[in-house]
């Protein structure tokens, strides 16, 4: 067996290494915007608070920040929607640091038929990327958004038509440990030295 190969072989198992221990090692937080302590954003504009290790900076678009029991919403001064909620018109953004793997989100206040205009509507997008539609599924108003998504620094929430207003409760994620990191960085360490051998 060549030394090259070796190498090839240790750098190969220490990436096994770095995507198995996020699975059973990683823990999931919940990020929950019903708690109280969130009360202190309502009447503001930006609003930053640390929570289960994750540092949330959250921002109103059309109005200002506006907390309830069933999470955030958007008071707007055009707003005919109810003020605890995000309406047409409105946006509520939240960066997230350090980067997180989003399992679920959480919406409340999504209702089906509500006042017999059709099913309430919202739209989120990740990181700036495309903007999703979520359509009311229950009664109740609650809904879980199955997201799956790692490397996440941002939500932005709207709405998609007027009458169409929710709240947004918090969301459920994954930090990675710094043992992760780690692996990683010594994994990336041993390409580029093998790299390096292999060329000269």
Known sequence: MSKNFSHIIMVAILFV????????ATPVVLVDFTNPMYSLASG??????????ITN???AVGGTLQWSSSGFGVNGPTRIDDPNEIGILEL???GI???VTILNIYLKDLYMNEFLTGNEEARYRINGGSWQSVVANSLTGDRTVAV????VTSLEFTSTRLGSDYAVAGYSAMIPEPATFAFMAVGLLGLGILRKRLTT
């Open 17 to 24: 290494l770095a995507l198995a221990i996020p699975a059973g």
């Open 44 to 53: 503001q504009v930006n609003y930053s608070v640390m929570d289960q290790g």
């Open 57 to 59: 900076n959250m921002t």
């Open 92 to 94: 509520f953004s939240g």
């Open 97 to 99: 640091t350090p980067p």
């Open 148 to 151: 799956n998504m790692w490397g």
